[in-house]
């Protein structure tokens, strides 16, 4: 986004206002630029940057998880938690499903699903001090078709109370292979 | 009558000095780049700056348009 005043007299001062909003820029370092068309004589066009870096106080990997059916009959997967925080809790896993199908979607369908989750802390941190946790993520799904979603991260993280990453639930095309 | 010819020259130069430095508008930022630093994802939604833009020329500055890129 951006502002800017149009006119300014000889002598005084006026803004340029540049704003970059965090979700459409990639973790890391970034440098956003305006160019600023004026009928000044020096220099018609001006360029203003930004620089900053991202840091993501928990990132969450891979970046679209997918469920699976495992051996138990439950939806299982994997994932990798980086973060600085060396006592990092998980509160609470649930997978919201999204509009992702074609259709109208029955209202029970969009309910989020909760899910059993475990923890585990790595023995050391890290390059950078990031600790990576693996959290191993199930869920008992019972439909045909697969979802695709949110899954939603409840943390301890003053940060990242909430984090979020699509992806979906594989619905296994197999039948119940139970005795 | 040279001595009148002379201050008539003199006065008229004296005229013509100031529209031969006129300079039109100028502009002029603070900094032309800045740097916001670590920011934490989550904490904010947005990075924000204002840049100070100074008209150091002598007629209006009229700013068309400010676009990313």
Sequence with gaps: MVGFDTTILPGREGTVTEEVA???????AFTKCLTVNSNAKNKPSLQLCMKGFVKVPVAVSPGYPQMRR??????????TLSTDKPDLKVLEVFFTPGSGSSGQTPWQNTLPLHCE???TRPDSAGAGGIWAYR??????????????????????????GEVKTTGNIE????????K | MKKTVS???????????PAATKTGPLISADADEFDAGTIKK???????????????????????????G
């Excluded at chain 1, 619905?171 to 139970?178: G, L, M, R, V």
């Design chain 1, 22 to 28: 965090l979700d459409r820029v990639h973790d890391g």
């Design chain 1, 171 to 178: 619905a296994s095309a197999s039948t119940d292979q139970k």
């Design chain 2, 42 to 68: 989550g904490t904010v939604s947005s990075a924000k700056h204002m840049f100070k833009i100074k008209n150091t020329g002598d007629s209006v500055l009229v700013i068309r348009e400010a676009r990313p």
């Design chain 1, 135 to 160: 959290l191993a993520v199930s869920t008992r799904f019972e439909e045909k078709d697969s979802k695709t979603g949110e899954f939603v991260i409840k943390t301890n993280h003053p940060d990242a």
């Design chain 1, 70 to 79: 495992g051996s138990n009959g439950l939806y299982e997967t994997d994932l």
């Design chain 2, 7 to 17: 201050t008539l020259l003199l006065l008229g130069s004296m005229f013509l000095v």
């Design chain 1, 117 to 119: 989750f475990k923890l």
